[in-house]
Protein backbone atom coordinates (compact mmCIF):
# COMPACT_ATOMS: atom_id res chain seq x y z
CA UNK A 1 0.00 0.00 0.00
CA UNK A 2 1.76 3.58 -1.55
CA UNK A 3 0.29 5.89 0.95
CA UNK A 4 2.01 8.61 2.77
CA UNK A 5 0.33 7.72 6.27
CA UNK A 6 1.90 4.26 6.02
CA UNK A 7 5.69 5.58 4.62
CA UNK A 8 6.03 8.76 5.30
CA UNK A 9 9.46 9.31 3.50
CA UNK A 10 7.98 8.46 0.24
CA UNK A 11 8.21 12.29 0.45
CA UNK A 12 11.70 12.03 -0.20
CA UNK A 13 10.70 11.09 -4.08
CA UNK A 14 8.78 14.14 -5.29
CA UNK A 15 10.65 16.23 -8.03
CA UNK A 16 11.54 19.38 -7.32
CA UNK A 17 8.63 21.53 -7.74
CA UNK A 18 6.32 18.71 -7.75
CA UNK A 19 3.48 19.00 -5.50
CA UNK A 20 2.32 16.46 -2.98
CA UNK A 21 -1.09 16.62 -4.60
CA UNK A 22 0.00 15.46 -8.15
CA UNK A 23 2.20 12.84 -6.93
CA UNK A 24 -0.10 10.98 -4.98
CA UNK A 25 -2.30 11.31 -7.99
CA UNK A 26 0.64 9.10 -9.92
CA UNK A 27 -0.49 5.46 -10.47
CA UNK A 28 1.63 2.72 -8.09
CA UNK A 29 3.76 1.65 -10.98
CA UNK A 30 4.73 5.77 -11.33
CA UNK A 31 5.75 5.66 -7.69
CA UNK A 32 7.45 2.37 -7.17
CA UNK A 33 9.05 3.06 -10.54
CA UNK A 34 10.45 6.43 -9.02
CA UNK A 35 10.92 4.80 -5.78
CA UNK A 36 13.32 2.01 -7.95
CA UNK A 37 15.23 5.17 -9.40
CA UNK A 38 16.05 6.80 -5.66
CA UNK A 39 17.70 3.64 -4.93
CA UNK A 40 19.33 2.94 -8.12
CA UNK A 41 20.81 6.57 -7.11
CA UNK A 42 22.24 5.75 -3.54
CA UNK A 43 24.69 3.12 -4.94
CA UNK A 44 25.07 3.49 -9.11
CA UNK A 45 25.67 6.50 -10.54
CA UNK A 46 23.83 6.70 -14.06
CA UNK A 47 21.85 3.97 -13.85
CA UNK A 48 17.66 4.29 -13.87
CA UNK A 49 14.76 2.47 -15.25
CA UNK A 50 11.77 3.62 -17.04
CA UNK A 51 9.02 0.89 -16.55
CA UNK A 52 9.02 -2.52 -15.19
CA UNK A 53 9.64 -4.68 -18.36
CA UNK A 54 12.87 -4.10 -20.94
CA UNK A 55 14.46 -2.25 -18.23
CA UNK A 56 14.85 -4.70 -15.79
CA UNK A 57 15.54 -7.84 -18.26
CA UNK A 58 18.94 -7.74 -17.33
CA UNK A 59 18.93 -7.82 -14.07
CA UNK A 60 21.41 -5.13 -13.35
CA UNK A 61 18.31 -2.60 -11.67
CA UNK A 62 17.56 -5.24 -9.20
CA UNK A 63 20.70 -6.49 -8.47
CA UNK A 64 21.77 -2.80 -7.60
CA UNK A 65 18.41 -2.71 -6.22
CA UNK A 66 18.68 -5.14 -4.01
CA UNK A 67 22.36 -4.69 -2.51
CA UNK A 68 20.60 -0.55 -1.86
CA UNK A 69 17.89 -1.75 0.34
CA UNK A 70 19.50 -4.60 2.09
CA UNK A 71 23.45 -4.09 1.55
CA UNK A 72 23.67 -6.19 4.34
CA UNK A 73 22.27 -9.20 2.84
CA UNK A 74 23.33 -9.27 -0.78
CA UNK A 75 25.94 -8.12 -3.11
CA UNK A 76 26.72 -7.43 -6.68
CA UNK A 77 27.87 -11.05 -7.20
CA UNK A 78 25.06 -11.36 -9.73
CA UNK A 79 26.20 -8.90 -12.08
CA UNK A 80 29.30 -11.37 -12.81
CA UNK A 81 27.30 -14.36 -14.10
CA UNK A 82 27.42 -14.01 -17.90
CA UNK A 83 24.27 -16.23 -18.17
CA UNK A 84 21.29 -14.17 -17.79
CA UNK A 85 18.94 -17.01 -16.48
CA UNK A 86 21.60 -17.80 -13.90
CA UNK A 87 22.24 -14.35 -12.68
CA UNK A 88 17.92 -14.18 -12.11
CA UNK A 89 18.37 -17.23 -9.83
CA UNK A 90 20.85 -15.23 -7.86
CA UNK A 91 19.03 -12.68 -8.01
CA UNK A 92 16.04 -14.32 -6.59
CA UNK A 93 17.73 -16.52 -4.14
CA UNK A 94 18.69 -13.05 -2.37
CA UNK A 95 15.04 -11.92 -2.26
CA UNK A 96 13.59 -15.40 -1.02
CA UNK A 97 16.61 -15.05 1.30
CA UNK A 98 14.84 -11.40 2.29
CA UNK A 99 11.54 -13.23 2.71
CA UNK A 100 9.97 -11.91 -0.65
CA UNK A 101 7.96 -14.27 -1.98
CA UNK A 102 8.68 -15.56 -5.13
CA UNK A 103 6.05 -15.77 -7.62
CA UNK A 104 8.12 -14.43 -10.10
CA UNK A 105 10.53 -16.50 -12.09
CA UNK A 106 13.57 -15.97 -13.49
CA UNK A 107 12.15 -16.09 -17.08
CA UNK A 108 9.29 -13.53 -15.87
CA UNK A 109 11.77 -11.37 -15.72
CA UNK A 110 13.84 -11.77 -18.82
CA UNK A 111 10.51 -11.80 -20.85
CA UNK A 112 9.70 -8.53 -18.31
CA UNK A 113 6.26 -9.49 -17.57
CA UNK A 114 5.38 -5.57 -16.32
CA UNK A 115 2.34 -7.19 -13.70
CA UNK A 116 4.38 -10.15 -12.04
CA UNK A 117 7.93 -7.82 -12.26
CA UNK A 118 5.45 -4.18 -10.53
CA UNK A 119 4.17 -6.68 -7.55
CA UNK A 120 7.76 -8.21 -7.15
CA UNK A 121 8.94 -5.02 -6.65
CA UNK A 122 6.00 -3.70 -4.72
CA UNK A 123 6.51 -6.12 -2.55
CA UNK A 124 10.08 -5.37 -2.11
CA UNK A 125 8.85 -1.66 -1.31
CA UNK A 126 6.52 -3.21 1.30
CA UNK A 127 8.81 -4.99 3.27
CA UNK A 128 12.41 -2.98 2.93
CA UNK A 129 11.16 0.82 1.74
CA UNK A 130 14.66 2.35 2.41
CA UNK A 131 12.98 5.60 3.09
CA UNK A 132 14.16 7.39 6.27
CA UNK A 133 11.22 9.12 8.06
CA UNK A 134 11.64 13.04 6.52
CA UNK A 135 10.60 13.71 10.01
CA UNK A 136 13.65 11.56 11.29
CA UNK A 137 15.93 12.92 8.56
CA UNK A 138 14.93 16.56 9.34
CA UNK A 139 16.15 15.93 13.62
Not at 74 to 94: A, Q
Not at 110 to 117: T, V
Request: include cysteine; hydrophobic fraction near 40%; charge should be positive.
Amino acid sequence: NLTLKKHPGLKKLLLEGETLAKFVSRSPEEILVRWVNYQLRRVCEGKHIKNFYKDISDGVAYTYLLTAIAPSETDLLPLREVNLEDRMDMILEYAENLGVCNFVTSKDIIKGSPKLNTAFVAQLFNMYPALDSVTRRLK
